[in-house]
């Protein structure tokens, strides 16, 4: 059973579009993540949020904290080849570095 | 700033047999957690070492075990392989326990036949 659903499982698009990833649970997380890993490497740390409500801009991405703390979204503006990837949410339910992760968005970004 | 190492990056092995993995953290770095990454199960927690402690552990079997050593490098192994246990065998490493920041290395791509 996944604790952080995220959707969508895939998402195809052309360059200059719009998109919105959405990562959402039943629990509440003390922090939630969001990475980004390319093939053949390992998960990149992108950023972490902590705050309910909080906004955090990463030049195109912005992601979101829900209010309660239990879901997160991830939307990029004029998406670009170089953001294909697989997109991860993870959260943290308590102290420690012991991560949920969900199970990712795949991105493609066509030229 | 050398990122996180992990040897080998691929290794083929049979049923039954055992298997270690090695990760060298980023300097400085003392906390260490390893996970397991699937195509049907995704990244899962498997543990977290800091200062050659387990401080967490996921819900695997017995079989994966690991370990941190005094200069913060760590170790895990895995015996009487499975074919289940093929995937990618990530570590990542963190200035301490709880900073929940993650560093992940490239992984180490097991393949059990």
């Known amino acids: 059973t996944q604790l952080l659903e995220q959707s969508p499982q895939f998402l195809s698009i052309q360059e200059g579009e719009n998109l919105t990833v959405y990562c959402n649970s039943s629990?509440?997380?003390?922090?939630l993540q969001w990475y980004r890993q390319e093939p053949g490497e390992g998960p990149v740390l992108l950023v972490t949020?902590?705050?309910?409500?909080e906004v955090k801009k990463l030049k195109r991405l912005t992601f979101q904290f829900g209010d309660a703390r239990k879901d997160s979204s991830l939307h990029i503006t004029a998406a670009q080849p170089g953001d294909t990837g697989l997109y991860l949410c993870?959260?943290?339910?308590?102290?420690?570095?012991?991560?949920?992760f969900g199970g990712g968005t795949r991105l493609m970004v066509k030229p | 700033k050398a990122g996180v190492t992990q040897t080998p990056r691929y290794l083929i092995k049979t049923r039954g047999q055992q298997v270690t993995l090695s990760c060298s953290p980023i300097s400085g770095h003392r906390s260490v957690s390893w996970y397991q990454q699937t195509p049907g199960q995704g990244l899962q927690f498997l543990f977290e070492?800091?200062?050659?402690?387990?401080?967490n552990k996921g819900n695997f079997p017995g079989r994966f075990s690991g370990r941190q050593f005094s200069n913060s490098r760590s170790e895990m192994n895995v015996s009487t392989l499975e074919l289940g246990d093929s995937a990618l065998y990530l570590c990542?490493?963190?200035?301490?326990?709880?900073?929940?920041?993650?560093?992940f290395g490239e992984g180490s791509r097991l393949t059990v036949l």
């Open positions: 990542a490493s963190s200035l301490g326990p709880n900073t929940g920041e993650l560093f």
């Open positions: 993870a959260g943290a339910q308590n102290a420690g570095n012991m991560l949920t």
């Open positions: 070492y800091f200062s050659e402690t387990q401080r």
């Open positions: 949020v902590v705050t309910g409500g």
């Open positions: 629990s509440v997380f003390s922090s």
